[in-house]
């Protein structure tokens, strides 16, 4: 099983000690891939990924105690306010996307698209704006709406698959993929063979920007922001 370790970070972000191991129940009920940890660091969902989806549990890190526990779907992470997780299921009667409370049973639906693909979903930091993608064989779309999902407004159409990222931790701009790539040579379209070009909207002004490098598809190559908005890490392709 893997294992969880912690480290502190001061507000310039420097890593203030050495990981220190974190204990998780002996029971075996937190299971997981990957660990996500909630904006107020009082909980951790582990996310175990099976053949048919997700499986959430969220972990009490005071009590390390299992309080709840979702499957199986796509785990998008944490609202802001650290009491709720997004995540899709697409089985049952009402399949989509939904906020589940960690602390109790409370469960909102705050997307059901006609497309059920749904490509990425976040909240803003703010906790007021919800992205989420949508792809099907010839459909691909990028919504945004108000956080509980009212006044959905289509951001994006395209041609091409797209995706959400996630937004800034200041909440000005929005990751994402799926407009049509800007090509001004043959060495460029070559480039778009191995790879598709990240995106940014800005909610304020409500203008769209490329970044210049060739974004790579794939299992663990997301795209991450700098705690200050102004950088992004990503794996990426350039033409030799």
Same mark, same amino acid.
């Given at each position: ?27 075996? @009920? ?24 997700? *499986? ?6 005071? %009590? ?10 796509? $785990?998008?992470? !944490? ?42 979903? @976040?909240? %803003? ?6 992205? $989420? ?23 994006? +159409? ?8 996630? !937004?800034?931790?200041?909440?000005? $701009?929005?990751? $994402?993929?799926? +407009? ?7 060495? +460029?379209?070559?480039?778009?063979? %191995?790879?598709?070009?990240? !995106? ?23 795209? *991450? ?5 102004? @950088?992004? @890490? ?7």
């Amino acid at each position: 099983m893997p294992r969880i370790e912690f480290v502190m970070v001061d507000a310039q972000n420097q890593v203030k000690n050495a990981p220190i191991p974190f204990e998780t129940p002996s029971n075996q @009920a937190f299971l997981f891939t990957q660990v996500s940890a909630s904006p107020d660091g009082k909980y951790l969902a582990g996310v175990l990924a099976t053949q048919g989806g997700d *499986v959430v549990s969220v972990l009490d890190i005071a %009590s390390n105690k299992v309080i709840s526990t979702w499957g199986v779907g796509k $785990y998008f992470g !944490w609202h802001p306010n650290s009491k709720e997780i997004l995540f899709y299921q697409d089985m049952g009667q009402e399949p989509g996307l939904w906020r589940f409370h960690v602390e109790n049973s409370a469960h909102k639906l705050v997307a059901q698209p006609p497309i059920l693909d749904i490509t990425g979903a @976040a909240i %803003s930091p703010d906790g007021q704006l919800l992205a $989420y993608g949508t792809n099907s064989f010839d459909i691909h779309q990028i919504w945004i709406s108000n956080e509980d999902g009212s006044a959905p407004s289509k951001l994006l +159409e395209s041609d091409s698959v797209v995706a959400v990222w996630g !937004w800034s931790p200041n909440g000005q $701009y929005l990751l $994402y993929t799926g +407009e049509a790539p800007i090509v001004d040579t043959a060495a +460029e379209q070559n480039q778009l063979k %191995s790879g598709s070009q990240l !995106w940014l909207w800005n909610r304020y002004d409500q203008t769209h920007k490329s970044l210049s490098s060739r974004f790579l598809f794939g299992y663990g190559f997301i795209p *991450v922001w700098s705690p200050t908005s102004d @950088a992004i @890490a990503f794996v990426g392709t350039i033409h030799l």
